[in-house]
């Protein structure tokens, strides 16, 4: 016999549609780059459509049951919002999840508490209810789900003609784009394929070669390293006149030239440093998937490799690329989750490579740079900037935020001085490029924290580039330094320029090397700055500030 459920079930029913709906009243708020029609329509069409799948059943619980993928979107959305304060749940941030660590899972979560929290209150106890609704059989009065169903139908066919005007009178309206939850579910179709893409990498790609080979002279012991930093944004940085003193090794480095005007293509690593370690930039990102990267190509012109890392494996394109190293070390591979490394471990890698004394060489470190949780990035011995021990996800605490992150901007200086020593004490023609792969957002606005937000803002993306050359190389390369030097004010795209830049430097010659947009070059030319969106679809920089 169906029980009935006095006021219980109607109160699911509505509690059940106005959590589902206030992520997509939220988003009418911070979604202001589009027109307000577009965020009208983001309101009553997936509102309306919410409203008509739960007068489908008198079986209110179940029916929550079956919608719960569109909650867990819902509370993912609320979630990215608190933290981002912008944008949908992006085919970067799905792909995000299958590439990040636990243990930065684990040390975001912890500073999400009160996102987390709000998740919890809103959505827990409409799934707790639609569970005792289902357990004691519980139904709707058939007379409710009738009028329910009515005016449903009657809203969603207004909703649905108001969406087609807008579509029609909008130019840059795009259901896939700006209606959630249709965006949210367009990008994790997205996301798949390209999970399933990259996972046949190694088969897309085993035919390649870049055809490479060495230019300089076959006697000439030469090392090349390429240091690909993690989070560090170049307004940190002494070197880039921050009024801290956040570089002072770096600010009396002979050899050293610093790019001043400098961007990254994303935001995001799993993108930025693919791009850093290949030819493939925003224009042609998706052939990636057919490319190898640049230790393949040093490798073909004969030179010995090594890829040498501080963070994770998480099975993208940063581990097959490093991968075709004849070295690759991964040295947090070998320690517990939540074992803290520093990146100065790296060096002494670094010269357990050099003492095979390998008269060509190239060396990639992958650091885990100025990564949140950000004091945890440096030694308590080693902390200059004070305080720097609360590590809350707040704007108020903006200020102790600013001084753990500028200590770690402290310790990438001296992990590149040493790096320099060690390379200095070989004695041999060498150069050093470093950049990061993104920069990061600390509570500048007000509101934004982190990377990876759906719409990348200056300090996400402006950069460190900074190259060094021994006086070995100097004197064999007397041109280049000169040539760095001139090119040192001039826009950058990292992920642009970085490849063609690092074989430049070590005269690698291959029909893909293009020295237009190699910085050591004097054909330099500045490549338009580019954004490459969540679609892999490159987009002017100035679309977004």
Known sequence: MTKTSGPFLPTLFYAALAVLAIPCVALLFTETYLSLASRICGIILPVTAYWLILSLSRNTGRTVWWMFFFIFLSAFQIVLLYLFGCGPISVDMFLNILTTNTGEVFELLGNLLTAITTVV???????????????????LREDFVRRQRRMAVKAFVVACSATMICAVSVPTFSLKNDIFPINACY???MAVQRAYATGHYKETSADFLFDAKAEHDSDEREVYVLVVGETARASQFGVYGYSRNTTPRLAQMDGLTVFRDVMSQSNTTHKSVPMLLSSVSATDYDSIYH????????????????????????????????????????????????????????LGYVKKVLEDGDDKLLIVLHTYGSHFTYNERYAADDSYFRPDNDMSARRENRACLVNAYDNTIRETDRLLAELVDILNYCGCSAAMLYTSDHGEDIFDDGNAFLHASPRPSFHQLNVPLLVWTSETYATNHPEIRKTLAANSRQQVSTSVSVFHTM???????????NDSMSV???????????????HNCPRPLSEFF
């Open 291 to 346: 490319r190898k990267g640049i230790i393949a190509a040093f490798r073909e012109a004969g030179f010995k490799t090594a890829f040498l890392s501080n963070q994770k494996r998480n099975h993208s394109f940063i581990d097959f690329f490093g991968d075709e190293a004849d070295r690759t070390i991964f040295i947090r591979d070998s320690v517990p989750d939540g074992h803290n490394v520093m990146d100065r471990a790296l």
């Open 187 to 189: 990008n994790l179709l």
């Open 503 to 513: 074989l430049h430097l070590a005269g690698v010659s291959t029909p893909y090397r």
């Open 520 to 534: 050591a070059s004097p054909k330099y030319s500045p490549a338009p700055r580019l954004y490459l969106d969540d």
């Open 121 to 139: 209150v809103l959505y827990i106890p409409v799934l707790v209810g639609a569970t005792m609704a289902v357990r004691k059989g519980m139904k």
